[in-house]
C-alpha cells in the first residue's frame, strides 16, 4: 500500500499542461490568459456625447441662462452608432445621444435639461427645428482613447478570465484569446449493474449515479465533461472504447472494476493493454486505485481509474483528479499540491481506520456565543467550526455524501477522534 502523497507525485510527474489555443470569447470564460493582450483599437474609439442633450459651439451658449435663453436652429439628430454627421455651424445646434458621436464643428454638449425639450418633443422622435438652451455647455465629450490607445495593455498573461475580462477583449478589438484551455475529461462507468436514473431497476441494478457525479462535479471544477456512456462487464466493449474515443478528450476518468473480482474490467482490460497501474492507496474511501496513460497512436492522455463506490469516486476526484486538472488547465506547474484546509474542532468523537488517511464527509456548525465549550467538554474558542460525522464511513453511504458540507481529513497514525479534538476540514463543492 503506498501513501496519498506517492500516488499523487506520480499523477503530477505525468500530466503537462495543455497547449495554449485561441477560442472565442465567451469560451474562454473560467480558463487561464496564455499572453498578453494589448488593444487594437482605442476606447473609445471616437469622441462621443457623454450624455443626452445638443452638440454646439461653446462660444453660443456662453452666457445662456434662464433669464436670457440662446435660441439655436436644430440641423440634425445624432443617435448612437451614426455614420453621417451634420456639420455645426455657428448658431446651430444638432441633437446628440449618449455615445454617439460628436460632430464637425461641435466642441460640447448641452444637457437636454438645460433646454426646453426637457420633457421630450411633443412628437416623440420627432426633431425639433429650434432649441432653447438656459444654460452655458460644457465639454461633456468622451475623447478618443481617453480610456486606451493603439496598443496599450489590456490583460496581462495569467490572469482568470471572467466577464470583466472578456468585455475589456471586447472592446478593445478581440474576438478570440489565447488560453490554456478547459480539459476535456470523459467520463466512463462500467458495470453490468447499471441502469440510468429515473428508471425502475431490475433484478441487480442499480441506478448510475456516479456518471451524473462526475459529469456535475468536474463542470464545477473547471473542466468540460464529456460523457462516453457505459460500459458493462464485457472486455471487448471496454477495448473498443478505448480505441475509438481518446481522440476526443485530454483525460479520461471511469468508474468501478478496479479491485480483485472476477468481473473488474477496468483492471482486466487495461493491465493487458500496458500504461496503466493499480495500486492500493492508503486512504479511506478510495483505497484501490489505478492511474497511468492511453495512447491511439496519435495522442496520449492521462487516465484515472477509480472505485465503483459514489463516495469512493467523490472523495477520489477531490483528492487525486482536481490536483491533476489544475496542471491541465495551467493553474500549477505540477509541483507538490497544497490543499487548502480550515481548522475545526471534532463536535463528536469516531473511529479512524489504522494506517489510512481518513476523508470523512462532516457537517459544519457555527458556534454560537456562549456555548462553545457546551457540546464539545472544552473551551475551543467562537472562532472555530465545530464538525459532526453525517454517518458511518462507508463508502457506499450515497446519502452522506448529499449532506456533507466538507471533509474531515484525519492523519493515518489517528485511530480515535474524540470530541473536542483540533481536526482539519476541507471544503467541497
Known amino acids: 500500500m503506498i501513501t496519498v502523497e506517492e500516488h499523487l507525485s506520480r499523477i503530477l510527474g505525468t500530466v503537462r499542461p495543455l497547449p495554449v489555443r485561441e477560442v472565442p ?154 488560453v490554456r484551455p478547459r480539459p476535456r475529461v470523459g467520463v466512463l462507468a462500467t458495470g453490468d449493474e447499471l441502469t440510468d436514473p429515473g428508471l425502475t431497476p431490475g433484478p441487480g441494478q442499480i441506478p448510475d449515479s456516479n456518471s451524473v457525479l462526475l459529469l456535475s462535479l468536474l463542470e464545477v471544477l473547471g473542466a468540460t465533461p464529456v460523457p462516453m456512456g457505459r460500459v458493462g462487464d464485457e472486455p471487448a466493449e471496454l477495448q473498443s472504447l478505448l480505441s475509438t474515443r481518446l481522440g476526443e478528450i485530454d483525460a479520461l476518468i471511469t468508474t468501478g472494476g478496479v479491485s480483485a473480482g472476477t468481473y473488474d474490467v477496468v483492471k482486466e482490460v487495461l493491465s493487458e493493454r500496458g500504461g496503466v497501474e493499480f495500486v492500493a492507496v492508503a486512504m479511506q474511501p478510495g483505497k484501490p486505485q489505478g492511474f497511468g496513460e492511453l495512447s491511439d497512436g496519435e495522442r496520449t492522455v492521462p487516465i484515472f481509474c477509480l472505485p465503483g463506490n459514489p463516495v469512493s469516486v467523490f472523495v477520489s476526484v477531490m483528492v487525486l483528479v482536481t490536483p491533476a486538472l489544475e496542471v491541465l488547465s495551467g493553474w500549477t506547474d505540477g509541483g507538490p499540491p497544497e490543499p487548502f484546509l480550515v481548522d475545526a474542532v471534532a463536535a463528536e468523537g469516531w473511529r479512524c481506520p489504522p494506517g489510512r488517511r481518513q476523508y470523512l464527509p462532516v457537517t459544519l456548525e457555527i458556534p454560537e456565543a456562549g456555548d462553545a465549550a457546551d457540546e464539545v467538554g472544552r473551551d475551543v ?49
Do not use: Y
Open 381 to 429: 474558542g467562537e472562532e472555530l467550526l465545530r464538525v459532526r460525522p453525517v454517518s458511518g464511513s462507508g463508502s457506499h453511504l450515497v446519502a452522506s455524501l448529499a449532506r456533507a458540507e466538507a471533509l474531515a481529513v484525519i492523519e493515518s497514525d489517528v485511530e480515535q477522534i474524540e470530541p473536542g479534538d483540533a481536526v482539519r476540514v476541507m471544503m467541497v463543492p
Open 25 to 178: 470569447l465567451l469560451e474562454s470564460r473560467g480558463t487561464l490568459l496564455a499572453a498578453d493582450v494589448t488593444a487594437t483599437l482605442a476606447v473609445p474609439p471616437f469622441d462621443n456625447s457623454a450624455m443626452d442633450g445638443f452638440a454646439v459651439r461653446c462660444a453660443d451658449v456662453e452666457h445662456a441662462s434662464a433669464e436670457r435663453p440662446v435660441t439655436l436652429t436644430v440641423i440634425g439628430d445624432i443617435p448612437a452608432g451614426a455614420r453621417e454627421l451634420p456639420a455645426v455651424a455657428a448658431g446651430e445646434a444638432a441633437r446628440i445621444m449618449t455615445g454617439a458621436p460628436m460632430p464637425p464643428g461641435a466642441d460640447g454638449v448641452v444637457k437636454v435639461e438645460d433646454t426646453d425639450q426637457a420633457a421630450g418633443p411633443a412628437g416623440g422622435r420627432e426633431l425639433p427645428s429650434a432649441v432653447r438652451i438656459v444654460a452655458p455647455a460644457r465639454e461633456r465629450i468622451r475623447r478618443r482613447g481617453e480610456d486606451l490607445d493603439p496598443g496599450d495593455p489590456v490583460l496581462r498573461a495569467g490572469i482568470f478570465i471572467g466577464p470583466r475580462a472578456i468585455a475589456a477583449a471586447a472592446s478593445t478589438g478581440h474576438a478570440v484569446l489565447p
